[in-house]
């Protein structure tokens, strides 16, 4: 089983649509994580850290589910420039180790 | 921007042939970090470094090597390229206020023939 599990997608949405990724991952000493943005032929960039409450940056939530070892990202009146491939980030043991999913890939059509 | 440069961005050579990747950054941050890309896969750690001098293995080492004589520069090196080494490679630094934030360089493009 992979440390670092997503959905591949791809998601295809219109504009305006609310868009939910999630992601599990299997060591439930993790502390750090993380969502990232890849576009295409791109470096990936931290989009936003999860925290335990759960946090908002603009249209953006994210939710940590410890219980369940998933944390999921939220995406609200999607637009067209958040098409993208999704990645989601997690330490395993320290923060040397940062394993990282597949990556969900999201297009939003006009 | 993390001051981040990669070098070579595209690189094509032969099996068989030694190859060295260089990530170069301009702000002083003591750990660095390369990763390989693959479809499927995501970002796989090779190696790291927490210092000059200071490295060790990720989660997909074999097969490669890496040098830290000065903190701004972090060479991968592939002694004997083979095929499977055929990925994208990313050079990161780790930072942000809390020291937990990974930062990328644009990528190398490396196709082993």
């Known amino acids: 089983r992979k440390e670092v599990e997503q959905d591949p997608g791809p998601f295809n949405v219109p504009e305006g649509a609310t868009v939910a990724f999630n992601c599990t991952y299997s060591?439930?000493?993790?502390?750090?994580f993380f969502w990232y943005r890849q576009d295409c032929r791109k470096e990936p960039k931290l989009l936003m850290s999860?925290?335990?409450s759960g946090n908002e940056d603009g249209r953006f939530t994210a939710q940590l589910n410890r219980a369940s070892q998933y944390i999921s990202l939220l995406i609200r009146d999607s637009k067209l420039s958040d098409s993208a491939t999704y990645l989601c980030?997690?330490?395993?043991?320290?923060?040397?180790?940062?394993?990282f999913g597949a990556g969900t890939r999201l297009t939003v059509k006009p | 921007d993390a001051g981040i440069t990669q070098s070579p961005r595209h690189k094509v050579t032969e099996t068989g042939t030694p190859v060295t990747l260089r990530c170069h950054q301009t702000?002083?941050?003591?750990?660095m970090y390369w990763y390989r890309q693959d479809p499927g896969h995501g970002l796989r750690l090779i190696h790291y470094s927490y210092g000059v001098k200071d490295t060790d293995k990720g989660e997909v080492s074999d097969g490669y090597s890496v040098s830290r004589s000065k903190t701004e520069d972090f060479l991968l090196t592939l002694e004997s390229a083979t095929s499977s080494q055929t990925s994208v490679y990313f050079c990161?630094?780790?930072?942000?206020?809390?020291?937990?934030?990974?930062?990328f360089g644009s990528g190398t493009q490396l196709s082993v023939l």
């Open positions: 702000e002083n941050h003591r750990y």
């Open positions: 990161a630094i780790r930072g942000g206020q809390d020291n937990e934030k990974l930062f």
């Open positions: 999860v925290y335990s």
């Open positions: 060591n439930s000493a993790s502390q750090s």
């Open positions: 980030v997690v330490n395993v043991g320290n923060n040397n180790d940062m394993r």
